[in-house]
């Protein structure tokens, strides 16, 4: 389903936002069965927007673009791209999109950052589920979504800016102070089971670092 489609809130350029996997949850096992939020560029593939930069619109300024991205976009972000473009997704409110009895939880940000999508838009999608996930590289940007999003990092000492600033941090530096291991990689629990992720909500003091994965994992 579409639930947004117009500037991206990051530079203004044209995005689509899109949530799938909530009647057939996704067979990601990391992080179980999640509904899932795409961000993507609206005119341009995920594939040829990564090559021409015009990813930005999605991803902002995300150092892992491209090469070093955790997302093959030439798999599901492509595939999604194309569906939309041939109109197979209906536009839906946010406030309509609703768990189902097998998917309770919903993931900002399967691919692009949840900061390009307008906040009120955020609010109103993830009302009714039992809780969610999210994650932003422009933490220094938009201190108005830490109450709802972790801040992405990869270094200990950019944790320890955002930590100081409110945020708590998710990290690919095990360095990173006040953080415990991803509990998908230490425990075998998935997001769905877990939830940390959702910025200050979940009242959790702990920040989380995780080891690099991937098709970028190796470039690390």
């Not at 089971?193 to 994992?217: E, F, M, N, Q, W």
């Amino acid at each position: 389903m579409i639930i947004y489609e117009g500037p991206s809130q990051i530079n203004g350029a044209p995005i689509v936002a899109i949530v799938t996997g909530i009647k057939t949850p996704s067979k990601n096992r990391k992080t179980g069965p999640m509904a899932q939020l795409w961000i993507l560029a609206r005119d341009v593939s995920p594939v040829d927007a990564v090559k021409s930069g015009e990813d930005a619109a999605a991803c902002g300024s995300c150092p892992l673009r491209g090469l070093l991205c955790y997302v093959n976009t030439g798999q599901a972000p492509g595939a999604i791209w194309r569906a939309y473009q041939s109109g197979s997704y209906d536009q839906t409110d946010p406030a309509d999109v609703l768990p189902s009895k097998r998917v309770r939880r919903i993931r900002l940000g399967a691919y692009g950052d949840p900061a390009a999508v307008p906040r009120p838009i955020l609010d109103s999608l993830i009302q009714g589920w039992d809780g969610h996930t999210g994650y932003t590289h422009q933490w220094q940007l938009r201190p108005d979504l830490m109450d709802l999003l972790m801040a992405s990092t990869e270094t200990a000492a950019q944790s320890r800016t955002a930590q100081a600033d409110g945020w708590r941090t998710f990290s690919t530096d095990s360095r990173s102070p006040n953080s415990i291991e991803c509990p998908a990689d230490s425990y075998g629990v998935s997001c769905a089971k877990c939830g940390l992720c959702d910025g200050t909500r979940s009242g959790s003091v702990a920040s989380i670092y995780i080891t690099p994965h991937g098709p970028g994992a190796s470039k690390f």
